[in-house]
């Protein structure tokens, strides 16, 4: 069993940024493919990003405004928000398919409001 630890949430204003981080409880294999989901209010969960066999994907609801990353040295999922819109307000959630099981964090909750 792995669990996943993410951290990085908080209150930002509108046009500000956050990095989200996501870390497991050991070392994954390699082959492992993560990912970023959110939920925001009354809405279902969604993916927002992730790196899948070593290719970054990005949805095009984020219009280019996200990055998604990965270090392998502490191996750890990176997710570097910008120009932060209310509509990206959620709980955001780290998955990694470390097949054949999968894994979801517990989610940090990213507030965009003036």
């Known amino acids: 069993q792995v669990q996943l630890v993410e951290s990085g949430g908080g209150l930002v204003q509108p046009g500000e940024s956050l990095r989200l981080s996501c870390a497991p409880s050991r070392r994954l294999s390699s082959t492992a493919d993560w990912a ?3 939920q925001g209010p009354g809405k279902e969960r969604e993916f ?3 790196i899948f066999s070593g290719i970054t994907l990005i949805s095009e609801t984020i219009e280019g405004r996200f990055t998604v990353s990965r270090d392998n040295a502490n191996d750890t ?4 928000m910008n120009s932060l819109k209310p509509d990206d307000t959620g709980v955001y959630y780290c ?3 470390e097949l054949p099981d999968t894994y979801w964090g517990q989610g940090t909750q990213v507030t965009v409001s003036s």
Do not use: I
Request: net charge positive; hydrophobic share 45%.
């Open 36 to 38: 970023w989901y959110r």
């Open 77 to 80: 999922m990176y997710l570097q």
């Open 48 to 50: 927002v990003a992730g």
């Open 95 to 97: 998955n990694v398919r």
